[in-house]
């Protein structure tokens, strides 16, 4: 099986790239010529098998054509600049995550009119494709009123993917992912920052800021969940979607009282006294608009699974990016 | 104030340009330099203003700036291929009812960047954004299912013209409108064509196909309320929108059995003895996955009005289309 990572240098393309290697095979069907693409080179991993790495900027004309001349069967498409770039740069946000997408899926159509070709593609959506008045719980027919412009392309990118996949052109499945926490690395400067800081940076000795009312409840899944919905996504049939080829993914979801109630009796006061409470009305403000909850029927019912306490999150981070004790 | 109506000399543009000249004005405001668009050139209506007419294609480079180069302050775009075309031809679909339309937005915005210019763009969208499984009553915050490319179509340009709108290049209304009924004219490549036939060719003298069984469910409007509702959409405050730029219209739920038997009221036996069942297992499956009925409190509550009997739409195709008796 040919296998395509477009947005391979991102933190969920990383792990999902040395996910897929460990593994060496997805549904039973052996890895073969793994292809990794982003807009820089991405890291080549230690591998077993020869990995490409491509420098390529999908929005250019000729890119996907190129990306696509070894035919993958599998296409993990995860490519995006974030919601804030996205707003801050208008052109940008739909050059890169509108028409980036849409030269993508049109190379794979014009790549079947020779010969017959249908690659599966998983495609990370997100929940910014739903924006307030919003219920306190988000069904699975809830529409999309995205607030930002990332989510406004994200959600025409879900459209593509479901017509595209009608019309026989690919098989996709469209994963909306959940927050992702914790994040490795460094602070930065996203509005969402918060929720990885307020647990990573007291675990590695250091003071975090926490801009909200510890009221705040958002919605979570760890970059492991993360990998596992795109494996999983990769793999499933695809059948019992039907033309409902988008997916909330399960998540959990909880407030900040709660987080940080699990970094207690994970890691102690020693920890959670790190949480330096510093209000910050532009944050609480983009925050507020955010989802809170959602009842993930369809995709629980498709086998995606996600954590069930922030413990097991917060664990998870511990297990995967901290020095073992 | 200056107007340009993109689709004009389709059957919606020319009655709604015959309704704005015959008003004079929109709003208090006189209507000055009126421009109609298409992809053939409209005809030149009656009118005592100049009125230009051009023939254009959209989703031509060069066609949007073209058509803004007087700045109007109205614009309606209501500039589409028909479902089954979009469907016979995707590449043609994408490029007429999602380019065209961006090309639009972007000339609107690129105008915008030299001296301030925010027009009001009605949008002409559609309840094929809808696709089964749905409930039986369609509210306002269902999600957008779209099971034709013609439907994607029109649900990426509805997240478009919100993202335009809340950025603030436009000043956005996207209308869905009901299937339009009684068509005058002859019968076009649309799947719903039969829902006017069945009752504009009895009218006429002629025999009509019904394709489908008696008990098919739909959602209609005349098109005397289609114009109704674009003046509106162009007249209104659109601050109590907020950030949700598309409406879904209201409009009439009833089976053919309920069309024929208000034909059957309206004309008597003579006309409903000319409707000739013969079924078609395409349009069947195809009109199968349209919406029935829809709630739609958001337009009733913004003041947007359709009639409440299938009677009503029938003698409205009499006084509006055929030769007085």
């Keep these: 099986m040919k296998i395509l990572v477009i ?3 991102g933190m969920v393309g990383r792990k999902l790239t040395a996910a897929l290697l460990a593994a060496g095979q997805v549904g039973g069907q052996p890895i073969e010529s793994p292809a990794l693409a982003d807009i820089v080179a991405p890291e080549q991993p230690a591998a077993s098998v020869l990995v490409s790495t491509i420098a390529t900027d999908l929005s250019e004309p000729g890119s996907a054509a190129l990306l696509l001349e070894d035919r993958p069967d599998l296409i993990f498409h995860l490519a995006a600049i974030v919601s804030g770039e996205a707003e801050a740069d ?3 946000g739909y050059r890169i995550n509108l028409d980036g ?8 159509r014009l790549g079947g009119l020779a010969q017959p070709y249908r690659p ?9 494709v739903f924006g307030e008045p919003l219920p306190a719980v988000i069904g699975d027919s809830q529409d999309h009123t995205p607030l930002t412009s990332y989510g406004t392309q994200k959600a025409i990118c879900e459209l593509l993917l479901a017509d595209y996949s009608r019309r026989g052109f690919l098989d996709g499945v469209g994963i909306r992912l959940p927050t992702i926490a914790v994040r490795p690395g460094k602070p930065n400067k996203a509005a969402s920052g918060f929720f990885s800081g307020i647990i ?9 800021i926490l801009p909200v009312d510890d009221s705040v409840r958002h919605w979570f899944a760890s970059p492991r969940a993360a990998v596992g919905f795109l494996l999983h996504a990769a793999q499933m049939d695809t059948a019992p979607l039907g033309q409902r ?9 909880v407030t900040v009282a709660e987080q940080i109630a699990a ?23 983009i925050v507020a608009g955010w989802p809170q ?3 993930t029927q369809r995709a629980s019912a498709l086998g995606f699974r996600a954590e069930t306490s922030f413990d097991e999150i917060i664990r998870i981070h511990i297990e995967d990016e901290l020095p073992p004790a």
């Design 7 to 9: 947005g391979a240098a």
């Design 90 to 92: 208008f052109e940008k």
């Design 101 to 108: 997408t849409r030269h993508l899926f049109e190379a794979i």
């Design 120 to 128: 599966r593609v998983v495609f990370t959506s997100s929940i910014a």
């Design 200 to 208: 990573r940076e007291p675990l590695a000795g250091m003071e975090a």
């Design 245 to 253: 080829r988008n997916l909330t993914m399960p998540g959990l979801s």
């Design 263 to 285: 970094l207690q009796r994970v890691a102690g006061s020693a920890a959670t006294e790190l949480i330096r409470r510093e209000p910050d009305e532009v944050v609480a403000r």
């Design 293 to 295: 909850a959602f009842d």
